[in-house]
């Protein structure tokens, strides 16, 4: 089955930098890919998604693209504010399936 | 903007004990999810329902969980007789339709705790 695995597992910048995290997966045949947020005490919110027919998706401060080939996704935000600090998780599936492999989370920190 | 809803927020109860958590998915969705995170460990997802049936279940879903849509907007997932190990918090999840069942949107969660 799916193995996701997601680099680092802390990560903390300051405020304007840009952040960076990495998700490797195990299965050839996935290919969807999103990336949640989760702030505490709330569930995991979608902030972007990316299919394996894509190579880069940006919305605003946020971008993520695909290596197929190498089978590794990133999640790239830009001019970091304070209330992008959260867990980030990258996750990866089939189309019409319904097993979500998660990766392990990133909490970042974005230091005022 | 529509979200999936869940309740209690926090359940504690005695092991062995039956408890039901509750969902409210988005109103025009179709799929529906239960993921448990069990603490500092990743998201697993539990098990997906459509058409008032199971479509997939994990090995983790085994005869201790149901789940059922008990009128036209409930999700819920029961855990029969609780064990230490259910100690987690557990989303639930909905997706719009068919062809975008891979778009999911998480509730806040519900965190179990068993004594």
């Known amino acids: 089955g799916e193995n996701v695995e997601q680099h680092p597992s802390t990560l903390s910048v300051q405020e304007g930098d840009s952040a960076v995290i990495k998700c490797t997966y195990s299965d050839s045949a996935s290919n969807y890919f999103p990336w949640y947020k989760q702030e505490l005490g709330k569930g995991p919110q979608l902030i972007i998604d990316i299919r394996s027919n894509v190579g880069e998706k940006k919305d605003q401060r946020i971008a993520v693209t695909l290596n197929k080939t190498a089978k590794h996704f990133s999640l790239h935000i830009t001019e970091t504010q304070p209330e992008d600090s959260a867990v980030y998780f990258c996750a990866a599936t089939q189309y019409n399936n319904n097993d979500m492999r998660f990766g392990a989370g990133t909490r970042l920190t974005v230091k005022p | 903007e529509p979200e999936v809803t869940q309740t209690p927020s926090h359940q504690v109860t005695q092991m062995g004990q039956e408890v039901i958590l509750r969902c409210v998915p988005i109103?025009?969705?179709?799929?529906f999810y239960w993921y448990r995170q069990i603490l500092g460990q990743k998201v697993e997802f539990l098990v997906s329902f459509y058409n008032n049936e199971i479509s997939e279940k994990s090995e983790i879903f085994d005869d201790q969980f149901s789940v059922e849509r008990p009128d036209g907007s409930n999700f819920t997932l029961k855990i029969r007789s609780t064990k230490l190990e259910d100690s987690a918090m557990y989303f639930c999840a909905s997706s719009e339709r068919a062809f975008r069942r891979e778009t999911q949107y998480f509730g806040p969660g519900t965190r179990l705790l068993v004594l």
């Open positions: 109103s025009n969705h179709l799929y």
